[in-house]
Nanobody, 121 residues
Framework: QVQLVESGGGLVQAGGSLRLSCAASGSIVRIDDMGWYRQAPGKQRDLVATITSFGITNYVDSVKGRFTISRDNAKKTVYLQMNSLKPEDTAVYYC???????????????WGQGTQVTVSS
């Protein structure tokens, strides 16, 4: 019943900005870590950024200083502010969240459907 709904992807020119949003809904007891991953054509899905429930962040080196991950626990939403975008940032971006849906079940990682980010030269 848990769903992660993404928005904010699109086509931008190099140097531009986008803000991705991902809102969780459904039978949620608690959300722990949340994050963003991306997958370019022909490549594996790689970490972009993660954020804990306490606000501790982690970034892949290639986006440090350009991307900022944040979360709004009241809205059950994670954001990715992407500035100074480069063509190599082009990928399908996926949000994920470690969610407890029931105290009788283990924590599980849920994924969004993916949203395309395309950065033109």
């Amino acid at each position: 019943q848990v769903q992660l709904v993404e928005s904010g992807g699109g086509l931008v020119q190099a140097g531009g900005s986008l803000r991705l949003s991902c809102a969780a809904s459904g039978s949620i007891v608690r959300i722990d870590d949340m994050g963003w991953y991306r997958q370019a054509p022909g490549k594996q899905r790689d970490l972009v950024a993660t954020i804990t429930s306490f606000g501790i962040t982690n970034y892949v080196d290639s986006v440090k200083g350009r991307f900022t991950i944040s979360r709004d626990n009241a809205k059950k939403t994670v954001y990715l502010q992407m500035n100074s975008l480069k063509p190599e940032d082009t990928a399908v971006y996926y949000c994920d969240a470690e969610i407890i849906t029931s105290w009788s079940k283990p924590r599980y990682v849920y994924w969004g459907q993916g949203t395309q980010v395309t950065v033109s030269s």
